[in-house]
């Protein structure tokens, strides 16, 4: 296949990217086998990029188009300052191993550094050994004994 590394652009979502950033996320649940987990609506990734709730940038190749995603947002933490939490990352599974992730994960590095962040945070599942590899690659501690508390309304 063609580098398609050379010919991804990456940008940040608007609300018009909205069903293309909800088909990224329902792709990424059905790899961690939750498809049916997913509630959020098109209208909720428009009205959030719109409000500036979270951000998106985006991996689009001029013909293949969105290839892939990080979606990400500032909190503050009471031990670290200003964090970024990086909520999904995504490449679509046939354009995986061409480096994009590489390209895109440095590309949410550099735009948390530019606003301010000092920490970034983000979870990977257990078995997900791909992932915690990729992670590793760019100094990620991942740590274990944290646990997840959830309350769903």
């Known amino acids: 296949m063609m580098n398609i590394k050379s010919q991804v652009q990456l940008r940040k979502a608007k609300p018009l990217d909205s069903k293309a950033i909800l088909d990224l996320v329902k792709e990424l649940a059905l790899f961690e086998k939750a498809p049916d987990q997913v509630k959020t609506t098109e209208s909720e990734y428009s009205d959030g990029l719109h409000s500036g709730l979270f951000q998106v940038i985006l991996a689009e190749h001029p013909t293949l188009g969105i290839l892939g ?11 670290g300052g200003k964090t970024m939490y990086l909520e999904d990352f995504i490449i679509k599974e046939e354009y995986r191993r061409y480096g994009l992730g590489s390209l895109l994960f440095e590309a949410f590095i550099q735009d948390a550094k530019n606003q301010g962040a000092r920490k970034l945070k983000w979870q990977v599942l257990d078995w997900n050994h791909t ?5 590793i690659k760019f100094n990620a ?3 274990s004994g944290w646990e997840n508390g959830v309350i769903e309304f």
Do not use: V
């Open 69 to 79: 995603m990080a979606l990400y947002f500032p909190y503050f933490s009471t031990w």
């Open 141 to 143: 501690q991942i740590i």
């Open 131 to 135: 992932a915690k590899s990729f992670y």
